[in-house]
């Protein structure tokens, strides 16, 4: 080697050791503390006046000379794989511009722990602040940040999962893995995560679907299994017992199906929950075709069902078919529990919400009545103010719960008001649809 490759070299290693002593004494708290303690040293001997002036200079202009010949720049510093430039520790902007284009979120973290590099995905999670930060300050979840030491002490790759609770729940699987930077020397951690809420809550709702079912089915699966035993014993030559025995059965088989055909229903809206509806639907004439099919239960149980709206309704944002089924289990829920009354209102008007322009819909019996306390579990799923009486009226415990997530699904709110003695009343107001 020559004594220019020599002194070439010796400058490279000075330069790269100026550049990490600038990015760890201005990337941390190092410097405020330090500056502090001096002067607060200078003060108490009484040098402050003569000297501190001098030393100040000195200081900040070695600090600032240092930065500006190493970074280029006077803003905060982004080493390695944060710079977005031909000079990456990714091997050039071309790899960082690829690994920008990666729809989950990827960092990377060097041994002191602190992020350099987040894509365009990661930075909708922690800012695009986040390169010089600790890792522990950026994603701030202890399961993750241990997964993340792990790696940094031992080299080995981890996946953990972990929770995100505000502002709406989200659970993500995170990939933690040791890799190699540009330079020979450096060596970095990737953390890949991917959003798995939608999975889990397909596993959520596959497990609730088992337990549910199971449980609801067991009653009239029981019933039927008895009744065919006794069909088969003693009742097979007794007409009359024969035929209401049937009767029994084919009621109980029809629970089944409508239980069944309501869990699918949850399923699929559930599944579909966050995916806005986009067209415009008028609520005047859903309401108008759910009560003609209605008429003849109505008929049956000597109930009045009438319908008021007036003569101009603006039409509502949504899907026709899920609002059909809103209208027709609220009004299925009156005629079951509130038949007592005689007589059923359905009415629709204009209205507002927070001061945009929506349309109520108001579906009122006149029956029992419901506890107060009741009330904020009538849309849970398989609650029920009274089991045995709503299963003995073909109740399933699944109308509310399926009109809260259509509903919500709306963008729309559902209110419940009743009282003992006196009726209640179902309400759900609806966003309008766009003016054309």
């Known amino acids: 080697m020559t004594a220019a490759d020599e002194s070439e070299t010796r400058r490279a290693r000075l330069k790269a050791l100026l550049k990490d002593f600038a990015a760890r004494w201005t990337g941390t708290r190092t410097f405020v503390v330090s500056s502090a303690v001096v002067f607060l040293f200078l003060a108490y001997t009484g040098l402050l006046h003569t000297i501190v ?32 430039d031909e000079s990456s520790a990714l091997g050039g902007g071309a790899a960082v511009a690829l690994l920008d284009r990666i729809p989950d979120p990827l960092m990377v973290v060097d041994l002191s722990g602190r992020v350099v590099y987040a894509n365009g995905a990661a930075e909708v999670l922690v800012g695009k ?29 981890r996946v953990v999962e972990y929770a995100v609770p505000v502002p709406v729940q989200r659970n993500y699987s995170a990939f933690v893995a040791p890799v190699e930077g540009g330079a020979p ?13 939608e999975a889990r809550r397909v596993e959520a709702m596959r497990a609730d679907f088992v337990a549910f079912a199971s449980h609801e089915l067991k009653t009239p699966l029981a019933s039927l299994s008895g009744f065919i035993d006794t069909l088969r014993g003693h009742a097979k030559d007794d007409p009359e017992a024969r035929d209401k025995f049937l009767s029994i059965m084919a009621d109980q088989a029809t629970r089944m199906r409508r239980l069944i055909d309501h869990l699918l229903s949850l399923s699929r809206i559930e599944l579909r929950e966050h995916v806005r509806p986009s067209d ?27 319908v008021t709206a007036p003569a101009s309704l603006p039409k ?11 209208v027709q289990n609220l009004a299925d829920n009156a005629l079951r ?10 009415s629709l008007s204009p209205d507002e919400k927070g001061g945009k322009p929506v349309v109520r819909l108001t579906v009122r019996d006149h029956g029992p009545g419901i506890a107060r306390e009741h009330i904020p579990r009538l849309t849970e799923r398989f609650y029920r103010v009274d089991a045995a009486a709503s299963r003995a009226r073909g109740g399933t415990g699944l109308g509310l719960a399926i009109v809260k997530h259509i509903v919500n699904r709306h963008q729309g709110t559902l209110a419940i008001e009743s009282e003992l003695g006196q009726g209640s009343s179902f309400s759900v107001l609806l966003p309008l649809a766009p003016q054309k």
């Open 53 to 84: 002036a001098f030393l100040c200079f000195l200081l900040l202009a070695g600090i600032s000379a240092t930065r500006l010949m190493v970074v280029g720049e006077t803003t905060p510093i982004r080493i390695g794989l944060a710079r977005r």
């Open 129 to 157: 602040s986040a390169p010089g930060r600790h890792v522990a300050t950026v994603l701030r979840n202890a399961p993750l940040i241990e997964a993340v030491n792990g790696v940094i002490a031992q080299g080995s790759a």
């Open 185 to 197: 020397s450096a060596k970095y951690v990737l953390v890949l995560l991917r959003d798995v809420t």
């Open 280 to 306: 415009a639907v008028d609520l005047f004439g859903v309401v108008n075709d759910v009560t003609d099919g209605l008429a003849p239960i109505a008929e049956q149980y000597d109930v009045e069902i009438g």
């Open 316 to 326: 509502v944002l949504g899907d026709r078919d899920e609002l059909a089924q809103v």
């Open 337 to 346: 529990y509130g038949r007592s009354g005689k007589r059923i209102e359905i």
